[in-house]
């Protein structure tokens, strides 16, 4: 009689993958809500849809949380791997941008639900929290690129501005929080304070945008799988279109009487911003635009990038309605509204490509 060797039983861990970009989940659908309540358009049942999106967002938001504590719990040893990633360190700037985003939409959409006071609280406390999350990333991801003493994997990828962008963030969203303090000093620090991150953001975003084009033109592509990341450069132009017209306009209840005319040179700088801007931004969409069609030519299969379609075009999508509203410009309001369905197809797509992917375990656990 022979005997078998025991089947070893391989138990899978779902935990064991859960890496910080799975929060642009939690951007790209955060943005669907909240660029739907910025539209020039409103009407109830996109109200509706917006205030469904942001319930959506926000236990997405709970769920990955939840997910990724458990990484760094259960799964150390993998977690520190990947934190030392050239690559993957980067989307460290995920988590702050999705506690801002579903901070914004319970400014914008919350109180429907939880009320007027319970609903500034949250995004104060969001905001607050994502901020805080985002300067530290903003400093401590390049550090720890610069201090790294294996530079062999190392070339300017789109995934660089992830941890540049989160500033900006707080710079737009910061914007919405202005109307909820108090009248004087307060508000004085909170719009210094945003017009700050803008230009942490903006300074080190365009320099990092510079090695990123030099990049490509020089090295090509990145890998096909990666190339949807191209898109993470609109996130960039989108949400400083956002934050300067968004503090611009909200500049006016800072400076006023013999100040006023400090608020009407903010708001111009706004708009003539976001013309020039703009500008590069539509160069930037087409550019991003050829190379996804160059790389779904190349078999582009579906992964986590994917999510890269969403948020950037979200920004562009408020983007665009900040300065339409600043400007008064018909024109500009009905490209906001194209653009907003555009990312209502990708968002869709991506997140029932998402789900599946999901239920199926191929996200969960990667060959």
Known sequence: MTMTAPTRVVRRQPFEHITPNWFAAVMG????????????????????????VWVCATAALIVIGAAFAMHWIGHRDRAVTYARHPVMVQFYGAPPMAL??????????GADLLGSTAATTLFAGLWITGT??????????????????????????????????PPMVS???????????????WRLALLCACYAM???????????????????LHGGLPPVDAAPTVWITLGLIGQSITAANLLGTDASMVFTGTQ?????????????YGLIMGGFG??????????????????????????????????????A????????????????????LLLLAAWFTVATRTLRGVRRGDLLYPA
């Open 100 to 109: 801002l985003t579903v901070g914004a939409g319970a400014g914008l959409l």
């Open 29 to 52: 659908t955060g943005i669907v809500a909240t660029a739907a309540a910025t539209l020039p358009v409103q009407f109830p049942a996109l109200h509706v849809f917006a205030v469904a």
């Open 321 to 340: 309605s900040a300065l339409g509203h600043a400007l008064n410009f018909g024109a500009v309001q009905v490209l906001a509204v194209a653009l907003y």
């Open 260 to 272: 006023s005319s400090i608020a009407v040179g903010l708001h111009v700088f706004g708009i003539a």
């Open 282 to 319: 539509v160069l930037m969409f087409a550019l991003a635009t050829a190379l996804t069609v160059h790389a779904a030519r190349r078999n582009l299969g579906f992964s986590l990038t994917w999510w890269s379609f969403a948020f950037p075009v979200g920004t562009c999508v408020t983007g």
């Open 198 to 216: 803008f230009g942490l953001s903006l300074i080190v975003g365009m320099i990092t945008l510079t090695l990123i084009y030099g990049r490509l």
């Open 171 to 185: 710079a737009s969203t910061g914007a919405l929080l202005l109307p909820h303090l108090p009248d004087g000093q």
């Open 132 to 165: 805080i999350a985002g300067l530290l990333t903003s400093v401590v991801v390049p550090y720890r690129m610069i201090t790294a003493s294996d530079r062999r994997d190392v070339s300017a990828l789109p995934a660089w501005l992830m941890p540049v962008v």
